[in-house]
């Protein structure tokens, strides 16, 4: 299903940004969900417990972080040179990033970070514009619908950072 989901920042931007996979406390919530057909679809069955094994899944479902200096760091995050050690596997919440689904009560949502350096430069641009309205159709294919359906846990509510979001879109599940 997500095969042949278009990126939205070039990786060679994330590569040199300081924002992605670091966290304030070790139950952070901008920690990315592990879906349960992610872990099934990963390369190969031996790869599926190194990767996602129980010891990087914390109860709650999301990616365990790992304790660095003042912070934590996503468990697949390399520090030295910014990359992601599964980026080829990695969960669906982290290739959607900087947009974010969201939940505002029983509605599901499509926000966008702004404090993406990206997103900043690229706000309201026209290359901006055309990717919100990927996402818009993007999110109304039957597939990806059914996805969200199985994986409610996807929906974060993200009432507490408002003031960094801004609203894409609403999501119909139905």
């Not at 660095?68 to 990695?90: M, P, Q, V, W």
Request: some cysteine; proline content about 5%; glycine content about 4%.
């Amino acid at each position: 299903m997500l095969k042949d989901f278009k990126q939205f920042v070039p990786s060679s931007v994330c590569l040199k940004c300081d924002g992605c996979c670091r966290f304030k406390e070790a139950d952070s919530r901008w920690r990315p969900y592990i879906a349960e057909n992610e872990k099934k679809e990963a390369a190969l069955p031996s790869v599926v417990d190194k990767v996602f094994g129980s010891h990087v899944i914390s109860s709650d479902g999301k990616i365990a972080a790992t304790h660095c200096g003042e912070g934590f760091l996503c468990h697949f995050f390399n520090s030295k040179d910014n990359t992601c050690g599964i980026y080829h596997a990695r969960p669906f919440e982290c290739q959607l990033y900087p947009f974010l689904l969201g939940k505002e009560g029983a509605k599901a949502v499509l926000y966008v970070h702004l404090n993406c350096p990206f997103i900043q430069e690229q706000w309201n641009s026209q290359i901006y514009k055309e990717y919100s309205q990927y996402l818009q159709d993007y999110f109304r294919k039957k597939e990806v619908r059914e996805f969200l359906k199985h994986n409610p846990m996807l929906l974060t509510d993200y009432s507490a950072f408002r003031p960094e979001l801004d609203h894409v879109c609403d999501i119909v599940l139905e």
